[in-house]
């Protein structure tokens, strides 16, 4: 059994226009850094079509990543895109590595003791430095990753998610309640898919999309898709945002997404993890998908709304 066979058997294959919709980084540099630097290795059809998986897309971000820390393209080794974990040993500032790497060690140790008021410290201080989408990106998606590994191990347990979800949740809250509305910039509404109770990646995009220049009209979790057309339209809304940690249900996307498009002549967006994983059927709605990256999703947003003006 050849690459190919082995891996379609066993994983979800994309497209390379797909992956350069969901990723941001166009055909012909994925081409490169697989020609030139060796970093990424699709899977082949006989045609000589490259395929992609997840686990490519994750180790795109990462260069994607990498990159807007300031490292070369020529910097990057592969042992670099295998764990979030792995530290930027090419960057020239390994003081701010260094923050970041004991940063997510603090938190982690906070949530094992219970102890909001050093979560609150640490994120804090995190802020103080950083903008959102980075603290995001360096601190809160890596921290994740740590806790998720915990967790299915055992060595976490299931009070130590409620604890940290909770306090994240109502930090992030916090944080888009008190920002400085803004007068201008383009109107978005965001929601959560039917059946999505988990708000934070909303929240995260909500604040960044909010230090990018956006107005945001939030609707949070679990949001009735058959009501989104109308609020938008009242309020002017310049495009509809829509966010999935999960594979939604067929009929959420076949059913509900097609008849919201089809109502509307707002654009539609769908973000997270929903989006990777069912993207070209939300494509075929009308929609587009955009991927899991805050900021690369940002300027798929920003280039698209610029074209319409």
Same mark, same amino acid.
């Given at each position: 059994?050849?690459? $190919?066979?082995?891996?379609a058997?066993s $994983? ?5 226009g797909?992956?350069a919709?969901l990723? =941001?980084?166009?055909?012909i ?7 030139r630097?060796d ?7 006989d045609s000589g079509?490259?395929?992609?998986t &997840?686990k490519?897309?994750?180790q795109i971000n990462r260069?994607?990543?990498l990159?807007s820390? @300031?490292?070369?393209i020529?910097?990057?080794r592969p042992? /670099?895109?295998?764990s979030?974990? !792995?530290? $930027?040993?090419?960057s020239d500032?390994p +003081?701010? +590595? ?8 603090? /938190?982690v ?11 609150? !410290?640490?994120?804090n ?9 980075e ?5 809160i998606?890596p921290l994740?990753?740590v806790? @998720?590994?915990?967790?299915? *191990? ?5 009070a ?8 994240l &949740?109502n930090?992030l ?5 008190? &920002?400085?509305r ?14 999505? /109770?988990h708000?934070?990646a ?21 949001m009735p898709?058959s ?5 938008a339209g009242k309020?002017?809304?310049e495009?509809i945002?829509?966010s999935g *940690?999960?594979e939604?249900?067929?009929? !959420?996307?076949?059913?509900d997404?097609? $008849?919201?498009v089809?109502s509307?002549?707002?654009?539609v967006?769908?973000g =997270?993890? *929903?989006?990777?994983? !069912?993207?070209?059927?939300?494509? +075929?709605? =009308?929609?587009?998908?955009l991927?899991?990256e ?5 300027n ?8 319409e003006k």
């Amino acid at each position: 059994m050849d690459q $190919e066979q082995a891996t379609a058997q066993s $994983e979800k294959l994309y497209t390379i226009g797909t992956v350069a919709q969901l990723t =941001g980084v166009s055909p012909i540099t994925l081409r490169a850094w697989e020609r030139r630097y060796d970093l990424i290795e699709p899977v082949r059809k006989d045609s000589g079509h490259r395929l992609y998986t &997840r686990k490519h897309i994750d180790q795109i971000n990462r260069i994607t990543s990498l990159t807007s820390q @300031g490292i070369r393209i020529s910097q990057i080794r592969p042992e /670099m895109l295998k764990s979030p974990e !792995v530290t $930027e040993e090419a960057s020239d500032s390994p +003081r701010q +590595r260094d923050h970041w790497d004991e940063a997510r060690e603090s /938190m982690v140790a906070a949530i094992v003791d219970f102890d909001e008021d050093r979560l609150e !410290v640490v994120y804090n201080d995190a802020l103080a430095i950083a903008p959102i989408e980075e603290v995001t990106r360096r601190l809160i998606t890596p921290l994740l990753r740590v806790l @998720g590994t915990r967790w299915a *191990s055992g060595e976490g347990s299931v009070a130590e998610e409620h604890f940290f979800s909770f306090f994240l &949740r109502n930090r992030l809250g916090a944080q888009f309640h008190h &920002r400085t509305r803004r007068q201008d910039g383009a109107l978005l509404l965001v929601a959560c898919l039917p059946g999505e /109770m988990h708000e934070i990646a909303l929240q995260i995009f909500a604040l960044a999309a909010h230090n990018q220049g956006f107005r945001i009209l939030s609707l949070g979790a679990s949001m009735p898709l058959s009501e989104v057309a109308y609020v938008a339209g009242k309020k002017g809304c310049e495009a509809i945002v829509l966010s999935g *940690s999960m594979e939604p249900d067929t009929k !959420v996307i076949e059913n509900d997404l097609a $008849e919201l498009v089809a109502s509307t002549e707002i654009p539609v967006f769908v973000g =997270g993890q *929903s989006s990777v994983a !069912v993207c070209e059927a939300i494509n +075929r709605t =009308g929609a587009t998908a955009l991927g899991q990256e805050i900021l690369a999703g940002l300027n798929r947003l920003k280039a698209y709304l610029a074209e319409e003006k």
